[in-house]
C-alpha cells in the first residue's frame, strides 16, 4: 500500500469514526510530546505516564499538546504504561459530552480550548468598507500574521531618505 493511500485510510477512519471507549480504555489529554513517538498524558484522575504512537499513525496524524486521546493499557510497561488507539477531535468530544461519557475533569478543559481556537480566528467585519476609509490593502495586513517571520517596521523618515537618494 502506498504512503498516500495509508493516509487516506487512516485520516477517513479517524473522521469519520464514532469511538466510544470500552472498559479497559481511557480518555487522556496531552501535556507533552518528548519525542520517539512517544506522548506525556494526564487521565482525569491526574496521574501522568507516557503513551506509545501506533505505526499507523507515525507521519499520518499529527498530535499536540491538549488534544484528547482513547488509550488501551499495556500491562508489562513501566514507563510506557499505553498506546493510542484513537485521536478525539472536537466532533467527537462534543457527542462523548452528550452522551455522559465525557469525564467531569476534562469538561473545563475542553470548553476552554474550544474557546481559545476561537479567539485565536480574526473577525471579518460584518459590513463592507466604503471607499472612504483606509484601503482594503492596509486593513487586510492585521488580519492575516504570519507568526513564524519577524515582523519589520519602515518608519516614514527612512522610507522618505531612500526616495531621495
Not at 515582523?151 to 527612512?158: G, L, M, P, V, Y
Request: proline share 5%; hydrophobic share 30%.
Amino acid at each position: 500500500m502506498s504512503q498516500a493511500t495509508k493516509r487516506k485510510h487512516v485520516v477517513k477512519e479517524l473522521l469519520g469514526e464514532h469511538m466510544v471507549p470500552s472498559d479497559q480504555q481511557q480518555i487522556v489529554r496531552v501535556l507533552r510530546t518528548p519525542g520517539n513517538n512517544l506522548h506525556e498524558v494526564e487521565t482525569a484522575e491526574g496521574q501522568r505516564f507516557l503513551v506509545s504512537m501506533p505505526s499507523k499513525y507515525r507521519k499520518n496524524i499529527w498530535i499536540k499538546r491538549g488534544d484528547f486521546l482513547i488509550v488501551d493499557p499495556i500491562e508489562e510497561g513501566e514507563k510506557v504504561k499505553a498506546e493510542i488507539s484513537f485521536v478525539l477531535c472536537k466532533d467527537h468530544v462534543r457527542s462523548l459530552q452528550k452522551e455522559g461519557l465525557w469525564p467531569e475533569a476534562f469538561s473545563e478543559v475542553a470548553e476552554k480550548h474550544n474557546n481559545q481556537n476561537r479567539q485565536a480566528q480574526p473577525e471579518l467585519p460584518a459590513e463592507p468598507r466604503s471607499s472612504g476609509e483606509e484601503s482594503s490593502s492596509e486593513g487586510d495586513a492585521d488580519l492575516f500574521v504570519n507568526t513564524n517571520r519577524r515582523r519589520c517596521h519602515e518608519s516614514e523618515e527612512e522610507s522618505e531618505e531612500e526616495e531621495t537618494a
